[in-house]
């Protein structure tokens, strides 16, 4: 009996009137922990009833505390009749488990009824005693901390990561069950929000048992999902990263010896497995789709199309021993790193991590994106207590990730999530990643698995070292052009870099960046079951191979050379399979400047349409040289002495050609004539062609004073203000059904997302100068000819005149530094705040700078931007900035933004997780305002409710907030909708800097910590 | 391809505050947009028309979603669905509350019913304010009365703690109340010449002068007399009130107080002869007033009365603002110094206040 959980109802406010006679309600309150309830008195008529009732103590196992939520339920009293319920609230009771979080949960709740909204407030108060437990063959495992943030949460260090921890639970969907036929819409609601919230219990629990074994403490980047398989049932999974985090509370001595790589790293490379050609898993009878790499930097794997309980060779039946092989290797790696410190080993079947941004020193090699996708068929889930069927299905898809990684030199997997797309009964799973070679120190137990690192050298030049290829260059998992890092000179670097992660705090950067997408649209013939299956697998390599195609060309245009925060998401429908793909371009200085985009005709005798292919050239030409101003890409030009000599490999031109290339020597004489810089060749062979490369020009760049991204941070943006916006934008558009083709869907898609983003910047005019930050695009196919597209992101407004100086300064700074890893400041603000004060090293070196500026031969470096010293936190002008603290508004403010930090601010304290699922339905869908209505109150209920569960663990602020899902559909001819929201995200406790500064003119020792601009990075 | 659903919701909800006046004064969403187009925001922000009529939609779901708090304005502040900084939640609660002159001047003075709302129709034909905007200036006008008019207390105070308004809106509904109350007639043609600010001001006057608050005391009796401290007129005041008759009624009295004035106004007059020639009817016509304000009809009247036995005489005479001023003074004054009259307390309450009004009705 470990733990005691003690609720009290103090009061409730605006409750809706019940009694249509008195208009005035008898309300009465039930409180329910697993299967004990508890009642207040009935408060007679009253809205705002003052029940203050007693403690009302609950004594339970630390299992049930982690698994079921406190449910409230506020009721109208009826002497006659059934009471009627009022509405509920679900608190998830889990920040109160874990000491350093929240110590009391209490404040108003917004009252939720699934049909009618939210309905007044109800003031709670929960705590919880919790005894120590002695039991080591516990099932529960409280302590262990969750965070969604994607990287180590600003107020801890990582002491070990120990890598990736995965879980799934299975059950009935209790709207497919045959007793919600004759239930009612709410209760069946409500079992369902209940059910779901018992489920994602039980999973945070189980994969907090995983990160105890694992020796760890907290798990970070936790993503939790659900499917919604329908009749087959309800998935709930998640991953995450287990580490073990220390809090910073004082300047620890602890020096992550990143430079120095040991020497056991040094060993023989092992051999690569034949890179070329066809890299698919081939573990079932039918397979279709053929494929192979396409181009550098990005291995698509076949999707394997696997139909279950079907032919011998199924998944769930050959995981089994696959897994026991891994093991078995994974096992001999370990054995071999004898010499290590470590002394727990534990199998780790999959070298992967959720996180996007990494403590300084980890990141060693970045490889290339790497991706999997396998179309599945979903049947009932027999035996939801032994999920294999799902298990074996991913372990599939991470197999398959993990060996494209081998294959591209690397031995891990960082920015990996998973993601699926469900129409009917047919299913998309997808994993992506980023292929990676890690530092071991900070995985002491060893994801290193065969160790394939040879490249990992002393010294690392800082800022261009990720950029290295880690692979072999005369062997080569794929075609690409190497030359030598124009940033160090020693190593070779790829053409063009894409990766899911975020910019490495240390990359250096030149210009600012910019949101890159890649739509696509493709018709798929109706079908059922198998034969569904089949085509949309036939569908997926070319799609992925045209959504690349467009990420490329974009990139080109815009003038950059690499993505970051690549994410491509695949969806189905009925009849047509969507690709979105959304990621940040910058120019990174170490990679090589980006030739320009060559348009070849077909027919060179025709002299109009030469006319007409030298026009569309001369406008692509334009095109690139405005993006270059725009973006402010004004890289040095490096003579090619310097780069050294060509690297001995045949291809030394990224060629990609459209998909018909007959004419190789055609394209061989262009490239000639655009002499020795890299060209990027686009053959206009047909009308289909004509109109992508018209879709290349229609890409509006955001109107001035705006930016966009999709990573964390902009690059070229040092000086945030405190003012944010966070904000979710849903729109649905109805495909007309006439005679629709590929091409005028892709422009009705194009259109759709190219309007939503000029909505945005229109509606968010005010703020400007900002930039959107962590734009986040989501489309799913509710029904035939639907699109619906949900975006959230926030905007940030940034000071355009402190940004010019900073700038500079940043780049002087960046030339200044010593053999100081100045990543090191993100950990160790203490020792270095003197040096990384902008403010008075600023007037001196002003001048110098100007002209040096001037000056064309500057080199890349003194041009260019770091992205650490772009730290939202940067410089002190803008404190004088931040808006005075507001005054008597009873509700306090709670902010909310996808992002892991607020700018401005520090965050001193972490509360827990915010994981909250919704459904609203209504039955009078005209009278609420239509859909838009509908939606649009809903979501904004949900965000009140997020903010109260956040005000009331006494946090000011949601971090790495994220709408997981947003599913909505329609009946409009019954007068219906329903719609089912899952959030997520990190309550805090953040202190404006202002007023942080002011408590440390008090106390000198905190001074350099809080004013010392590079903790907020990331 | 057609919009089905389209949606923008901020962490803070995002106030547009052209889009409120737009929407407060009761345009549809196509009016609305078109009134922005020709505003020339498309071109000062490369907006499309399908971004401005998104815009505006949006912007009218979250004013139409507000709209029920703003009924009761501190639900504004203590909901949680909204999260909207205080200096804007302030400026929504203002600007809701806010009134068309001339909308105010045909409703000033009428029994806030159904019936009066039947007539919004002609209203909005008449000013030129749409019925929609008509509708919500008199449903607030409604609202603020049913929920002070019971109430005890400064009735100014009532309506700023209850929907938080500014001072000096807070005021206007003060006499907006007060005139309802009272019925006060204010729409006959020869009333037509004066502003809500010109009834506004006579309202503050009587509130402080003439009601049961202004007596500055409990009432006698609280339980016969919970409740309208200043939202009705002092009864008892406007008994006694007859007692001033007695100024015209007796002739002696009259004269006496005639030669005072006269006396005292010799020579300082552009329109001294006039002012002598007229005495007995302009004294006539004051004192009448406030005899016959014992009865409901008559009270209601009260500023036609004013216009007619005062304001057009002097008028057609061409007195000054200053020859109003000094004459009026006098003649308050001039009381004090009558042996014969026992009710000077009486007359200083009367007069005081209706020296005021009649000074601020006084203009073309």
Redesign the interface.
Same mark, same amino acid.
């Given at each position: 009996m470990p733990g005691k959980l003690k609720v009290k109802i103090v009061a409730g406010?605006?409750l809706p009137v019940m009694d249509r006679a008195s208009d005035l309600t008898d309300a009465f309150v039930e409180v329910k922990f697993g299967n004990t309830t508890f009642k207040t008195d009935v408060y007679l008529k009253s809205l705002n009833p003052q029940w203050n009732s007693e403690w009302f103590k609950f004594e339970v196992d630390d299992e049930d505390l982690q698994d079921e939520p406190l449910q409230i339920t506020v009721l109208d009293h009826d002497t006659y009749s059934a009471n009627d319920a009022i509405g509920k609230v679900y608190i998830d009771i889990d920040p109160l488990l874990y000491s350093e979080a929240a110590t009391v949960i209490s404040g108003?709740f917004?009252i939720y009824d699934t049909i009618h909204g939210?309905r007044g407030?109800i003031n709670v108060v929960v705590k919880v005693d919790l005894f120590n437990d002695l039991n080591r063959f516990r099932q529960s495992s409280c302590g262990v901390k969750f965070f969604c943030t994607t990287s180590i949460p600003k107020c801890y260090r990582a002491v070990v990561i120990h890598g990736f921890v995965e879980e799934l639970v299975v059950n009935e969907d209790p709207e497919y069950q045959w007793i919600d036929r004759i239930r009612t819409p709410r209760a069946s609601n409500e079992a369902r929000q209940r059910l779901i919230s018992l489920m994602s219990g039980e999973l945070q629990r189980k994969i907090g048992l995983k990160v105890l074994e694992m020796r760890g403490n907290a798990v970070v980047g936790y993503l939790q999902c659900f499917d919604l398989e329908g009749e087959s049932g309800l998935v709930v999974r998640a991953i995450g990263t287990a580490c073990t985090l220390d809090k910073l509370s004082s300047p620890a001595a602890f020096l992550p010896a990143c430079n120095s790589p040991s020497k056991e790293m040094k060993e023989s490379p092992l051999v690569h497995p034949p890179s070329h050609g066809c890299r698919s898993t081939h573990n079932s009878p039918i397979h279709t789709a053929t494929g192979s790499r396409l181009t550098q930097n990005f291995s698509v794997s076949v999707p394997t199309l696997i139909y279950t309980g079907m032919g011998s060779g199924s998944a769930g039946k050959e995981g089994g021993p696959f897994k026991a092989l891994l093991r078995q290797q994974t096992q001999a790696a370990l054995e071999q790193r004898g010499g290590s410190p470590h002394r727990f080993c534990r199998r780790r079947e999959f070298p992967f991590l959720t996180l996007t941004a990494f403590p300084p020193g980890l990141l060693v090699h970045v490889g290339g994106v790497v991706s999997a996708r396998s179309v599945k068929l979903l049947d009932r889930i027999h035996n939801p207590d032994e999920p294999e069927t799902r298990d074996a299905w991913w372990a599939e898809i991470r197999q398959e990730i993990k060996s494209h990684a081998k294959a591209l030199g690397c031995h891990a997997v960082v920015g990996y999530s998973e993601s699926t797309s469900i129409c009917e009964e047919v299913c998309i799973l997808s994993a992506s990643g980023t292929a990676a070679v890690l530092n071991p120190r900070f995985l002491q137990e060893g994801t290193v698995e065969g160790s394939l690192e040879q490249r990992i050298e002393e010294n690392l030049p800082v800022g261009c070292g990720f950029c290295h290829i880690p692979y072999d260059e005369l062997n080569m998992p794929f075609p690409a052009h190497l030359t030598y890092c124009y940033n160090c000179r020693k190593q070779k670097v790829p053409d063009v870099l894409f990766t899911t992660i975020d910019l490495p705090t240390d990359a250096v950067v030149v210009g600012k960046g910019c949101l890159i997408q890649a739509r696509l649209c493709r018709l798929k013939k109706k079908a059922q079951a198998e034969a569904n299956a089949t085509a949309i697998s036939n569908l997926l390599p070319f799609m992925e191979y045209e959504v690349h195609t467009q990420l490329m060309n974009k990139l080109k245009l815009k003038g950059m050379n690499a993505l970051f925060g690549l994410r491509i998401q695949i969806t189905v429908g009925e009849n047509m399979l969507m690709g979105l793909a959304s990621a940040t371009g910058v120019y990174l200085a170490a990679l090589p400047t980006p030739g320009g985009i060559q348009i070849a005709g077909k027919t060179p005798n025709d002299g109009s349409y030469e006319q007409h292919i030298s026009h569309m050239q001369k406008r692509i030409n334009d095109t690139i040289a405005k993006n270059k101003e725009l973006y402010e890409i004004n890289p040095p030009e490096v003579s090619e002495e310097i780069i050294g000599s060509p690297i001995p490999e045949p291809r030394q031109r990224s060629r990609l050609l459209r998909s018909q290339s007959e004419s190789s020597d055609e394209v061989t004489e262009l490239d000639l004539s655009h002499g020795k810089k890299d060209a990027f060749v686009l053959e206009i062979d047909d009308t289909d062609a004509m109109e992508d490369v018209h879709s290349l020009l229609t890409d509006v760049p955001p109107?001035s004073g705006f930016y966009s991204c999709n990573t964390e941070i902009m690059p070229g943006i040092n000086n945030w203000t405190s003012e944010i916006?966070? =904000?979710?934008?849903? /729109?649905?558009? /109805? &495909?007309?059904s006439l005679n629709l083709t590929n091409q005028a869907l892709n422009k009705?898609f194009n !259109?759709?997302c190219e309007?939503l983003l *000029?909505? &945005?910047? =229109? *509606?968010l /005019?005010s703020m400007t100068p900002c930039c959107l930050c962590h734009v986040n695009f989501t489309v799913s196919l509710p029904e035939d000819e639907?699109i619906?597209v949900t975006v959230t992101a926030v905007a940030i407004t940034f000071d355009k005149n402190q940004a010019l100086q900073t700038t500079k300064a940043h780049a002087e700074k960046t030339l200044q530094r010593a053999s100081t890893d100045n990543d090191e400041l993100l950990q160790f603000p203490l020792e270095l705040c003197s040096d990384s004060l902008p403010a008075p090293a600023f007037p001196a070196t002003k001048e110098h700078l100007e002209s040096a500026s001037s000056n064309s031969g500057t080199p890349a470096a003194q041009r260019a931007v770091t992205v650490e010293k772009a730290s939202p936190m940067g410089d002190g002008n803008f404190r004088n900035r931040s808006a005075p603290p507001?005054?008597?508004?009873?509700?306090g403010?709670? *902010?909310?933004t996808p992002l892991s930090f607020i700018p401005g601010a520090k965050i001193t304290k972490y509360l827990g997780i915010i994981n909250m699922f919704f459904i609203r339905e209504t039955t009078s869908l005209r009278e609420e !305002?239509g859909?838009? !209505?509908f &939606?649009?109150?809903f979501?904004?209920?949900v =965000?009140?409710m997020v903010?109260?569960h956040v005000a009331a663990l006494g946090g000011n602020a949601v971090v790495s907030y994220i709408m997981k899902q947003c599913v =909505?559909m329609?009946n409009p001819s019954k007068n219906q909708a329903q719609c089912l929201i899952n959030v997520s995200g990190d309550a805090v406790v953040f202190v404006r800097e202002s007023d942080l500064e002011a408590m440390s003119t008090q106390q000198s020792a905190v001074n350099c910590q809080t004013s010392c601009p590079g903790e907020v990075t990331t | 391809m057609t919009s089905e659903l389209d949606i923008f919701v901020g962490n803070t909800t995002l106030i547009d505050e052209d889009v409120y006046r737009l929407w407060l004064d009761g345009y549809s969403v196509n009016d609305a947009v078109a009134l922005r187009v020709r505003s020339g925001i498309l071109e000062q922000t490369g907006a499309t028309a399908g971004v401005l009529q998104s815009d505006t939609m949006d912007h009218y779901r979250t004013f139409h979603m507000l709209e029920r708090l703003l009924h009761a304005p501190p639900k504004l502040l203590h909901q949680l669905i909204f999260q909207i900084p205080p200096s804007r939640q302030a400026l929504l609660i203002e600007r809701y509350y806010t009134f068309d002159e001339a909308f105010v001047r045909e409703v000033l003075g009428k029994k806030l019913s159904k019936g009066t709302k039947k007539d919004l129709d002609d209203i909005s034909a008449k000013t030129g304010i749409t019925l929609k905007s008509c509708r919500r200036q008199f449903d607030n006008f409604k609202r603020v009365f049913k929920v002070v008019e019971e109430m005890r207390g400064s009735l100014v105070d009532n309506i700023q703690q209850h929907f938080l308004l500014s001072d000096r809106l807070a005021r206007d509904y003060a006499a907006i109340v007060f005139f309802a109350n009272n019925r006060f007639e204010t729409g006959k043609k020869k009333l037509q010449y004066l502003s809500f600010g010109d009834f506004a001001f006579c309202a503050e006057l009587m509130i402080q002068n003439w009601t049961l608050g202004a007596v500055g005391e409990a009432p006698t009796d609280p339980d016969s007399q919970m409740d309208d401290m200043d939202v009705d007129l002092d009864k008892e005041f406007l008994q006694d009130l007859k007692e001033l008759k007695v100024l015209v009624a007796d002739k002696d009295l009259l004269d006496l107080h005639k030669s005072l004035v006269c006396a005292a106004l010799r020579g300082k007059l552009g329109v001294f002869s006039e002012m002598e020639t007229n005495f007995k009817n302009l004294s006539r016509g004051l004192v009448n007033v406030a005899a016959k304000l014992t009865h409901n009809k008559d009270v209601r009247d009260l500023f036609v009365d004013l216009v007619e036995k005062f304001v057009e005489p002097c008028r057609s005479d061409h007195w000054t603002l200053n020859d109003v001023r000094l004459f009026l003074n006098q003649y308050s004054a001039s009381v004090h110094s009558l042996d014969g009259f026992r009710h000077q307390t009486l007359w200083d309450r009367y007069m005081g206040t209706l020296r005021g009004c009649l000074l601020r009705l006084y203009h073309d």
């Open positions: 406010r605006h108003w917004p939210i407030e109107p916006q966070m =904000f979710t934008s849903v /729109r649905v558009v /109805r &495909l007309s009705n !259109g759709l309007n *000029k909505s &945005l910047y =229109f *509606k /005019r639907l619906q507001c005054a008597s508004s009873t509700v403010v709670v *902010k909310m !305002g859909v838009s !209505g &939606l649009h109150a979501i904004a209920e =965000f009140a903010r109260a =909505f329609e | -």
